[in-house]
């Protein structure tokens, strides 16, 4: 479910070009942009001439609907041309993060404790990379400069690790009928 609608413009000082990130400024007004229509930010990522926004509403059961997306899609477009953002020509997408969503913020591993996640992680012991499936446990944040860290409950082996938040390269929930 999402919009998408082309767009003009050029990109500001802050977007290095062919970043596949924003600058925190510019997430920063998107996200206000977002809040200000009722919605979550779930992520915001600029690839290949694509604006691509996430967005969710938690407190609502089945997420956000199109008109949601419409809504968000309208209002973002307004703030990109009062900054003339993008690279010559762009589209930009705003659509829900679907039922197999990935893990961004800290915010993402507490809602979802409890759920089933497919993880790609450093193993702590042998630095290399490593997918397990499991569910989310609850999310340690020892704050003052300590490293948040989730608990992930493996499915195929009695097994429980503990993940530093930073260690993970991406989650995806699982989908569980």
């Not at 397990?132 to 490293?147: I, Q």
């Amino acid at each position: 479910m999402g919009t998408e609608a082309p767009h003009k413009g050029r990109a500001p000082a802050t977007t290095p070009p062919g970043s596949s990130s924003l600058s925190p400024e510019l997430e920063h007004e998107i996200e206000g942009v977002v809040d200000g229509s009722g919605c979550e930010l779930v992520h915001a990522e600029f690839k290949g001439g694509l604006l691509r926004i996430f967005i969710d509403r938690p407190e609502r059961p089945g997420g956000v609907d199109l008109s949601d997306c419409e809504t968000v899609s309208k209002q973002v477009s307004a703030l990109l041309d009062v900054l003339d953002f993008g690279p010559g020509r762009y589209t930009l997408e705003v659509s829900s993060p679907g039922l197999d969503r990935r893990l961004y913020r800290p915010r993402d591993y507490r809602r979802f404790a409890g759920s089933l996640a497919r993880v790609t992680h450093r193993d702590p012991s042998t630095g290399r990379k490593r997918t397990d499936v499991g569910r989310l446990g609850e999310l340690v944040d020892p704050g003052a400069g300590g490293r948040p860290v989730v608990t992930l409950q493996l499915v195929e082996r009695d097994e429980s690790l503990q993940l530093p938040l930073d260690a993970i390269e991406m989650a995806r929930l699982e989908i569980e009928l």
